[in-house]
């Protein structure tokens, strides 16, 4: 049991750097226009200085980036442009069809 209490007591120190990571990683692939209320630079700083006791991750998750809905009303996406799964993808879904062998259907 000694090792177990040994491990766990690292875990609170790992969780805060997971945190910190991600809220970085996360300011870095976020486009600049979706950057709320500072600059993208200034964000990064702020997650970097204020990482270690989790106030820039949360300041930047709370306020930093715009936050879109996951789920829309009526369940239709309103996605333009977006990705799109090959099976959800006409243009692939044709191309499919075309390239299909007519000497392999029964």
Not at 12 to 24: D, E, K, Q, R, T
Not at 38 to 50: D, R, T
């Amino acid at each position: 049991m000694g090792e177990l209490q040994r491990m766990l007591r690292y875990l609170p120190f790992l969780l805060v750097l997971a945190v910190w990571i991600y809220a970085f990683i996360d300011v870095l692939n976020t486009p600049e226009k979706e950057v709320r209320h500072l600059p993208k630079v200034a964000w990064v700083i702020i997650v970097l200085l204020f990482g270690e006791v989790l106030l820039g991750p949360i300041a930047w998750f709370v306020t930093g980036k715009k936050r879109t809905a996951s789920g829309r009303a009526g369940g239709g996406s309103s996605r333009r442009g977006g990705w799109v799964a090959p099976d959800d993808n006409p243009d692939f879904l044709k191309g499919l069809e075309k390239d299909r062998d007519p000497r392999d259907e029964p």
